[in-house]
Every structure is written in structure tokens, then in C-alpha cells.
């Protein structure tokens, strides 16, 4: 039988809240009827292929799948100081996959960001504070999640071309799994729940831009914490699991595990301005993710999208 030595789900669910909490209650007080106030509005769609949605270590049951994801968004902007503002925003998205059905997923989510500029100029740097709150409904209702992220950035633009930021990040995803949905026996151990994850994770971001209506976006990224694969269930992956629960997305006897695993990224995208208010993007992602005894699970992502700001 599998143990796991994390607090209980209550526990970190019930703490994760709390600093969502004291995050958004002095943002909210913030906005007095005085600030210059500002509604924003946009929409997107972006097209993706992952060549290995199942985050799996072995080649031969690395499963491919494009997507559709279409998004409608709508902020509220307030200037609540000189240089310090609050921006609030809400999202309805939905993503289609073409094969495996069951991972499409529809999210709605919730935001509030308070950034501070220090000082004039363009080259000023600006500290921003976010704090996410998502709620994601899958075909596969196994994976009904709730995700909850705070971060902090600092970006600057260095010279007239150049813009660059850091931003850390912690996130805790709140799965439904095993609280509604019992699993039928027989079963692998399912100490928590698979879809219960916890990470941190640090990025740098590169701006370049390379002409009047376009520019290049590279971020490396460094991530610890959680991630969630679907295999047959070899012993080596049994082992270094922490919870462990049947994925019939990907067909019979394939199990879906939690282990605790670093992952690499490198990302680069290409954007293009397109009139005053929509931006057209191509980009590819490659992720470099180790775990327990030495697991690799690499993953190739190519995407194409567009913005449109009301």
C-alpha cells in the first residue's frame, strides 16, 4: 500500500484559500469609487499539438492530440494611485481535442492583479502581485479540478527593444476524483487524490522586439512540485508514485499517477500586431521533466493563435 506524508487536502485547500483571501479582500477595498476606473474586454483562439498528452516516459505509449482552445475575457482596470493599479478579470474558455475526447474541458476563472510602477519612464520596472482562482469541468469527469496560484513578477524594459521579467509562482490544484466518483474495485491504492498537485515554479521572460508590429517571446522556466502521467503500470512507475487511480481515457489497464518530478521548459513564440487591438502568435515549447528513479518524460508542444482586444 502507497502512503503519502503531504498535509491532508483539507489542510493545504483550507491554507491556499486563506492567502487567496488576504490577497483579494485589501484589492477589493482598494477600489474605491475615486479611482480612475477603465472595462476591458477580449477574446482568443489558439490551436495546439502535444505530441505526449499523456506524459508518459516510455515512447511507446506516448499519445498524440491536437486541440482547440476559444476564450472570452472581460477585466475591470482601476489607477488607484499615480503609479499603482488594479486590474480584475474574469474568463470562460473552452478546449476541444480532436481524439481524445475526454480531456476536452471547459474553465472558468477569476483574477486580480495589483502592480506598482516605480516611478516615470519607460524603462521603470513594475512589481506586480496576482492571484488566480480556477474552476475546470473535463468530458472525463475524473478530472473536475479546482487550481488556486498566487505569483509575483518584476519586469523591466532594458533598452528600447528589450523587456524582460521574472515571476514565481505557487499553484495547488483541488481535485474532485475520489470525493464524488468512487473508484470500482479492483483498484490501485489511491492514498489522495491523483489529481491533487502542488508546485512552485520560476520563469524568466525575454521580449525582443524585432519591427514596428512584431516581436519574439522566449521563457525558461524551472518547476517542482507535482505532475500527473498516464502509463501501463510498470513496477518502476508503481513504486515512485504517491497516488495512483485508473485512466480509461487512454484505454483499458492504463493507470494515471502522481509523482514528484522537475520539469524544464523552453518556450518561443513569434507575435504580430495586427491593427491597434489583435496580435497573431506561432510558437513551439519543449519540456524537460525528471522524476523518481531517474523517469524522463519529455513533451513537444507546437501552437498558433490569436488575440483580439475590444
Known sequence: MLTDSRPSNLSTQTTTRSVL???LAPLLICASPFASAQWLA?????????????????????????????SLWRGYHLQLAEYTALLMQGSLSHQQFDHFSALSN?????????????????????????????????????RDQSLYRTSVSLRQRIQEQWQL???????????????NIPLVPPAPPLP??????????????????????????????WRNGDIVASTPPYPKILDASSAIAFDPVFGAGVVAYRMAATTRSITLDWNHAVG??????V????????????????????RAGFLHNF
Open 106 to 142: 471547459t474553465r472558468l476563472s477569476g483574477s486580480a492583479e495589483l502592480s506598482h510602477k516605480f516611478g516615470l519612464g519607460a524603462n521603470t520596472p513594475v512589481l506586480a502581485f496576482t492571484a488566480v482562482i480556477e474552476r475546470s469541468l473535463f468530458n472525463d469527469t475524473h
Open 21 to 23: 483571501l488576504m490577497w
Open 192 to 221: 489522495t487524490n491523483v489529481w491533487d498537485l502542488g508546485a512552485w515554479q520560476l520563469a524568466v521572460n525575454a521580449e525582443w522586439d524585432i519591427g514596428p508590429a512584431s516581436w519574439l517571446s522566449a521563457t525558461v522556466s
Open 165 to 179: 521579467a521574472i515571476t514565481a509562482t505557487h499553484e495547488h490544484t483541488n481535485g474532485d476524483y475520489g470525493q
Open 283 to 302: 510558437g513551439g515549447e519543449r519540456q524537460w521533466t525528471r522524476g523518481e528513479y531517474g523517469l524522463e518524460y519529455p513533451v513537444h508542444i507546437i
Open 42 to 70: 477580449g477574446a482568443s483562439a489558439e490551436t495546439l499539438f502535444n505530441d505526449n498528452v499523456t506524459r508518459s516516459p516510455y515512447p511507446d505509449h506516448a499519445l498524440s492530440d491536437k486541440s482547440l482552445d476559444v
Open 276 to 281: 491597434d487591438s489583435s496580435t497573431l502568435y
